[in-house]
T-cell receptor
Framework: GQSLEQPSEVTAVEGAIVQINCTYQTSGFYGLSWYQQHDGGAPTFLSYNALDGLEETGRFSSFLSRSDSYGYLLLQELQMKDSASYFCAVGNFNKFYFGSGTKLNVKP | EAQVTQNPRYLITVTGKKLTVTCSQNMNHEYMSWYRQDPGLGLRQIYYSMNVEVTDKGDVPEGYKVSRKEKRNFPLILESPSPNQTSLYFC?????????????FGSGTQLSVL
C-alpha cells in the first residue's frame, strides 16, 4: 500500500523559515507534490519533485530524496497568509495519494 | 478562466436519499478524480477517470458511483447515502497522472447525511 506521513501541526513566527517533512512508503511513484489548503478552501498546487534534489519557487522550496523515502517543503520569510494546511502527495500509476496534512500556524 | 466547477457547495440530506454532486472542468483535461477529506485523514481518492467512459476505483469507492459520458463532466453519485459519508468532497482534474501534472481542484462540497 501507499502511506505518507507528515507532522500534524507546526508553529513558527512571521519572517522565519519552516520545514515540513514528509516520509513515504510506496511501491513506486512518479514524483512528490505539495499542496496548500487554507481553511474552507480548496487545495492548490505548490511544487513538484520528479528527481532527487531541491526545487525552488519563490519563497517556497521542495526537496526529495528517493533513497531515504523522504521529502520536505521549505517556506522562507514566513507571512501571516502562509497559515494553512500543507499536504504532500504522490502519483502512482493512475492514482493519487495524500498525506494527512500539516497545519502551519504563523504567529506575529 | 481555467477552472473546475463543483455544485452544490453545501448539501444536507437524509439517509437513503439519492444525490449527485456535479463536477465540470473547462481545461480539456483527460484525468478527473474525486476525493473525500475527513479530519486527520487528509484527502482520499474515491474514483478516477482516465478519459471518457474510462473510470476506476480509488482507495475508498464503497457507496459511490461515477460516470464519464463527456470529457468535461464527472459527476459523483451516492445512491443510498449513509451518515458515514458525511464529509468534504473535492473534484479535481489534470492533464494526466504522470510526472509533474498538477491537480486542479474544485471549491468543494460539504455534505451532511442525517
Amino acid at each position: 500500500g501507499q502511506s505518507l506521513e507528515q507532522p500534524s501541526e507546526v508553529t513558527a513566527v512571521e519572517g522565519a523559515i519552516v520545514q515540513i517533512n514528509c516520509t513515504y512508503q510506496t511501491s513506486g511513484f512518479y514524483g512528490l507534490s505539495w499542496y496548500q489548503q487554507h481553511d474552507g478552501g480548496a487545495p492548490t498546487f505548490l511544487s513538484y519533485n520528479a528527481l532527487d534534489g531541491l526545487e525552488e519557487t519563490g519563497r517556497f522550496s521542495s526537496f526529495l530524496s528517493r533513497s531515504d523515502s523522504y521529502g520536505y517543503l521549505l517556506l522562507q520569510e514566513l507571512q501571516m497568509k502562509d497559515s494553512a494546511s500543507y499536504f504532500c502527495a504522490v502519483g502512482n500509476f493512475n492514482k493519487f495519494y495524500f498525506g494527512s496534512g500539516t497545519k502551519l500556524n504563523v504567529k506575529p | 478562466e481555467a477552472q473546475v466547477t463543483q455544485n452544490p457547495r453545501y448539501l444536507i440530506t437524509v439517509t437513503g436519499k439519492k444525490l449527485t454532486v456535479t463536477c465540470s472542468q473547462n481545461m480539456n483535461h483527460e484525468y478527473m478524480s474525486w476525493y473525500r477529506q475527513d479530519p486527520g485523514l487528509g484527502l482520499r481518492q474515491i474514483y478516477y477517470s482516465m478519459n471518457v467512459e474510462v473510470t476506476d476505483k480509488g482507495d475508498v469507492p464503497e457507496g459511490y458511483k461515477v460516470s464519464r459520458k463527456e470529457k468535461r463532466n464527472f459527476p459523483l453519485i451516492l445512491e443510498s447515502p449513509s451518515p458515514n459519508q458525511t464529509s468534504l468532497y473535492f473534484c479535481a482534474s489534470s492533464t494526466s497522472v504522470r510526472a509533474g501534472e498538477k491537480l486542479f481542484f474544485g471549491s468543494g462540497t460539504q455534505l451532511s447525511v442525517l
